[in-house]
């Protein structure tokens, strides 16, 4: 088994940058998930809510991170600057330290949903924590949902895309489900009985299956909802735990280090 793909979110819910290489800092992969767009009070949005967010694609350049959207000029962020005060941000219940990035940036993000918001970077220092209950150590993340990594296989994707087409559904690609660790050379769903796994020289805690939600539904190539049903209604024929349906493992690494697509991916602890 190797790792055969590596992917970023840097802005939460927005487009993704695809890797040979990433650096893991404490909080995960370097620049993931480390901006987030939220309403005036400070409350996340997500692809939820908006589906175009998908198509905002963010990038670095220049000392930048650079935005692109559909029919919006070009809008950069400067990375490195005299920080603003501290805004208080929140996502799924955990309120977190943020900077404010400015008005031009927030009317840009204001201009393309039609609605008023603001874009927030994570301030540096503030520990968001993972939830202890699943954590065999203490460990924090950024803006994701709960945790610093989501690894995939791409035989459970091919799994899943069976089972569309046998009920007559459109395949869907792995971009949908938005991990950061495509893991090739597996079987089906073999994520699932890992415990604990040493991909290149960093070893990582498999810690909870990821609970799927209709962003699944959104394309990420259109910022469009092209089935409301799919891939959740096959997903929740086969994939259904304590009412959620699971697709996915979260994972958390156990230090600092760098990953890289090749990677040998050794299964050190299953699940008991």
Known sequence: MQLSALYTYPIKSCGSL???QVELDSRGPVNDRRWMVT???GMFITQREFSALA???????????????????????????????????????????????GEAVAEWFSDYLQTDVRLMRMADGFVRRVDERYAPHPAQTAFSDGY???????????ELNQRLVERGKTPVPTSRFRPNLVISGSEAFAED???????????????KPCARCVMTTVDPATGTVPDSA???ATLNTFRKQDGKVMFAQNAIHCTPGRLTVGDILSVLEHQK
């Open 55 to 101: 198509l905002v694609q963010p990038a670095f350049k220049d000392d930048c991170l650079v935005l692109n959207a559909p029919e919006m000029p070009e809008m950069r962020v400067p990375l490195y600057y005299t920080l603003g005060h501290i805004r208080q941000a929140e996502v799924w219940g955990d309120v977190c330290k943020a900077w404010d990035e």
């Open 193 to 207: 009985s890992w415990r604990t796994v040493q991909i290149g020289s960093l070893t990582l805690d498999v810690v």
């Open 39 to 41: 309403d005036t009070d």
């Open 230 to 232: 799919e891939p959740l």
């Open 148 to 158: 610093p990594l989501l690894i995939i296989s791409e035989k459970s994707v091919d």
């Open 18 to 20: 695809s890797h040979q």
